[in-house]
C-alpha cells in the first residue's frame, strides 16, 4: 500500500489517476476537493500497487470537516508500506514544512518516504533545482527523489518502476482488473462534485458537498438521484444559476462523464438543500459519509 500525501493542490489525485491509468479521484482547483480515502489500484506483471489518495492535510482552519479529514491522513500513515510526499518542484512553504511533521510523527519507523517533485514542467530554470534537492534532503532522509509532471506517461511509468522495489512481498489484496474499492454510488457523488466546484469557481464556499439519494440500476441504466448540500440559501442560488442553467450544466457534465465511466445510460436528477452549519457538525459529516 502507498499512500499519496502534501498539502492542498500539489497534485495528488492527478498524480493517482496518471498511476492507475483511469480517473477515479476527481480534481479542481479548489483546494480540499479529495475529501475522503480513495483507494486506486494498478497491477503491472507480478507487482500490484495499492495507491491510497488523500486530503490534502489542513494546517489553517480547524472546523469540524477539517478535522475530520485530517484523521483521515494520520490514519492512512499508520497503515501503509511506502508514502509519497508529493511537493511542487522547487517550492517548499509552510504547508509543505507541517505535512512532512505530520508524516515523521504518524508513520511507522524506517518507512520508506519518496519525494515526488510534481509540475516539473512549470520549472523555467532545471539548474535552480539542485541546491533546492540539497535543502530537502536535509530536512528528511527521503528514500527517493522523482521529478515528474503527472501529466506525462513516462514520468509516471518511472515512478511505479522506482516504487516497485519498496512493496512487501505477499498476496494481492485486490482482483488483477481492480480499479478501486470504491462503489459506483460513491464515484457518482464526487463527479458531480467535482463539476460543482468547476462550474462555480470561488464563488462558491468549499463547504458544499453532495449526497446520493437514489442509485438503481435497471439493467445498464442508472437512475440517480442526488441532493447538493449547501450552508446558505445564497448559495443555493449561485448552483442554481440564473434560469436554473448552472444546474442544468452540472448535470449534463456529470451524467456524460458518468455515462462513460458505467458503460450505460444514466438519468440523472439534481436537487439543492440548504442545511446551515453541516460542516461544523460531527454527526451531520457521519451521516454525509465522512469518516
Same mark, same amino acid.
Given at each position: 500500500?502507498?499512500?499519496?500525501?502534501?498539502?492542498?493542490?500539489?497534485?495528488?489525485?492527478?498524480?493517482?489517476?496518471?498511476?492507475?491509468?483511469?480517473?477515479?479521484?476527481?480534481?479542481?482547483?479548489?483546494?480540499?476537493?479529495?475529501?475522503?480515502?480513495?483507494?486506486?489500484?494498478?497491477?503491472?506483471?507480478?507487482?500490484?500497487?495499492?495507491?491510497?489518495?488523500?486530503?490534502?492535510?489542513?494546517?489553517?482552519?480547524?472546523?469540524?470537516?477539517?478535522?475530520?479529514?485530517?484523521?483521515?491522513?494520520?490514519?492512512?500513515?499508520?497503515?501503509?508500506?511506502?508514502?509519497?510526499?508529493?511537493?511542487?518542484?522547487?517550492?517548499?512553504?509552510?504547508?509543505?514544512?507541517?505535512?512532512?511533521?505530520?508524516?515523521? =510523527?504518524?508513520? !511507522? $519507523?524506517?518507512? %520508506?518516504?519518496?519525494?515526488?517533485?510534481?509540475?516539473? /514542467? #512549470?520549472?523555467?530554470? +532545471?539548474? @535552480?533545482?539542485?541546491?533546492?534537492?540539497?535543502?530537502?534532503?536535509?530536512?528528511?532522509?527521503?528514500?527517493?527523489?522523482?521529478?515528474?509532471?503527472?501529466?506525462?506517461?513516462?514520468?509516471?511509468?518511472?515512478?511505479? =518502476?522506482?516504487? !516497485? $522495489?519498496?512493496? %512487501?512481498?505477499?498476496?494481492?489484496?485486490?482482483?488483477? /482488473? #481492480?480499479?478501486?474499492? +470504491?462503489? @459506483?454510488?460513491?464515484?457518482?457523488?464526487?463527479?458531480?462534485?467535482?463539476?460543482?466546484?468547476?462550474?462555480?469557481?470561488?464563488?462558491?464556499?468549499?463547504?458544499?458537498?453532495?449526497?446520493?439519494?437514489?442509485?438503481? =440500476?435497471?439493467?445498464?441504466?442508472?437512475?440517480?438521484?442526488?441532493?447538493?448540500?449547501?450552508?446558505?440559501? #445564497?448559495?443555493?442560488?449561485?448552483?442554481?444559476?440564473?434560469?436554473?442553467?448552472?444546474?442544468?450544466?452540472?448535470?449534463?457534465?456529470?451524467?456524460?462523464?458518468?455515462?462513460?465511466?458505467?458503460?450505460?445510460?444514466?438519468?440523472?436528477?439534481?436537487?439543492?438543500?440548504?442545511?446551515?452549519?453541516?460542516?461544523?457538525?460531527?454527526?451531520?459529516?457521519?451521516?454525509?459519509?465522512?469518516?
Amino acid at each position: 500500500m502507498v499512500a499519496i500525501v502534501g498539502r492542498p493542490n500539489v497534485g495528488k489525485s492527478t498524480l493517482l489517476n496518471a498511476l492507475v491509468g483511469q480517473k477515479i479521484s476527481i480534481t479542481s482547483a479548489k483546494a480540499q476537493t479529495t475529501r475522503h480515502r480513495i483507494t486506486g489500484i494498478r497491477t503491472v506483471g507480478d507487482a500490484q500497487f495499492v495507491f491510497v489518495d488523500t486530503p490534502g492535510f489542513q494546517t489553517r482552519h480547524q472546523a469540524a470537516l477539517n478535522r475530520t479529514l485530517n484523521r483521515t491522513v494520520r490514519g492512512v500513515l499508520a497503515d501503509v508500506d511506502v508514502v509519497l510526499f508529493v511537493v511542487e518542484a522547487g517550492r517548499f512553504g509552510l504547508d509543505d514544512a507541517k505535512v512532512l511533521a505530520l508524516i515523521q =510523527e504518524s508513520g !511507522r $519507523p524506517g518507512q %520508506p518516504v519518496v519525494l515526488v517533485a510534481n509540475k516539473l /514542467d #512549470a520549472v523555467q530554470r +532545471r539548474a @535552480e533545482l539542485l541546491p533546492w534537492l540539497k535543502g530537502m534532503q536535509e530536512r528528511h532522509a527521503f528514500a527517493e527523489y522523482v521529478p515528474l509532471s503527472a501529466k506525462k506517461g513516462a514520468d509516471v511509468d518511472r515512478l511505479l =518502476e522506482i516504487v !516497485r $522495489p519498496y512493496l %512487501p512481498a505477499q498476496a494481492w489484496l485486490y482482483d488483477e /482488473d #481492480a480499479l478501486t474499492d +470504491r462503489s @459506483e454510488r460513491f464515484l457518482a457523488s464526487e463527479i458531480i462534485r467535482e463539476k460543482l466546484f468547476r462550474l462555480t469557481g470561488d464563488e462558491l464556499p468549499y463547504t458544499s458537498t453532495v449526497v446520493i439519494d437514489k442509485f438503481e =440500476e435497471e439493467g445498464e441504466l442508472r437512475r440517480i438521484a442526488a441532493s447538493i448540500v449547501v450552508e446558505r440559501e #445564497a448559495h443555493k442560488g449561485m448552483v442554481i444559476g440564473g434560469g436554473g442553467e448552472r444546474l442544468k450544466r452540472i448535470g449534463s457534465e456529470a451524467r456524460q462523464e458518468l455515462e462513460t465511466l458505467l458503460e450505460g445510460k444514466v438519468f440523472l436528477e439534481l436537487f439543492v438543500k440548504v442545511r446551515s452549519g453541516w460542516a461544523a457538525d460531527e454527526e451531520h459529516l457521519r451521516s454525509y459519509g465522512y469518516e
